[in-house]
């Protein structure tokens, strides 16, 4: 069975930056697109970034493009998300997703999920 496990959510300063990243294991990892997605209290579940299977093909929502980077090391079965100058709207549990190689920015799109990382952005 695949798992995917984040880590690397904390608190830090807006404008600063925060590296998250996601483990994978049980599956043939280079096979899958992969994805972040950010869910605040009150909120619903929100697209962040998507990378394809062979890792040539990135794909970012509107608030985080030019601030977050993601990324994949298909020969560690892991991806990460490199996110800068952080603002507190940024604030947010996030998940690392697992889907078949055309998933998009759709969380149903998505078979495996992470429990999650809690990164928080104070001003």
């Known amino acids: 069975q695949v798992q995917l496990v984040e880590s690397g959510g904390e608190l830090v300063q807006a404008g600063g930056s925060l590296r998250l990243s996601c483990a994978a294991s049980?599956?043939?990892?280079?096979?899958?697109?992969m994805g972040w997605f950010r869910q605040a209290p009150g909120k619903e579940r929100e697209f962040v970034a998507r990378?394809?299977?062979?890792?040539?093909?990135?794909t970012y929502a509107n608030s985080v493009k030019g601030r977050f980077t993601i990324s994949r090391d298909n020969a560690k079965n892991t991806v990460s998300l490199q996110m800068n100058s952080l603002k507190p709207e940024d604030t947010a549990t996030y998940y690392c997703a697992q889907g078949g190689a055309t998933a998009r920015s759709s969380a149903s799109d998505y078979r495996y999920w992470g429990q999650g990382t809690q990164v928080t952005v104070s001003s």
């Open positions: 990378i394809s299977p062979s890792g040539l093909i990135t």
């Open positions: 049980g599956g043939t990892f280079s096979n899958y697109a």
